[in-house]
């Protein structure tokens, strides 16, 4: 997608904000509140714990992640209607990471999955995401 910077940006270490993003939910359960839940988890870090501004960066990014990624492009259905260029980036690459590994997950092949994603471009998924893990898948 043309933002690399933002990798460096979002590391810390060997950690990414991406492997946090369904932090507060449990493995047997689909929680609601875990979107609220985890962006609270990075704000308490980032108020009590952090000690640099590496890790002032992470938990803002995991904290955006976090409350995010489960929110529409398109708006609808999202506590603020917050839409499109709105939602942070990360968390526009997340949901569409997020399905993709979802699909797979269920037996779809790479393809397959993608073409479901496809169909929901513009309406959960950011286009230019979406677009960008065709280029990937299809190298």
Known sequence: MGREELLSIWQLEEMSPVDYHDIGKAETEDTPGHCTMGAQFFRNLYETKTTCFAEQIFCSVAADLCRFH??????????????????????????????????????????????????????????????????????
């Open 70 to 139: 489960h929110y529409r492009y398109d708006g609808k259905d999202n506590p603020k209607m917050v839409s499109g260029q709105d939602i942070p980036v990360i968390a526009r690459v997340c949901a569409v990471a997020n399905a993709f590994d979802h699909l797979q997950e269920s037996g779809r092949q790479p393809d397959e999955a993608y073409e479901n994603i496809c169909k929901e471009s513009g309406i959960l998924y950011d286009p230019a995401v979406v677009q960008a893990l065709g280029e990937a898948i299809h190298q």
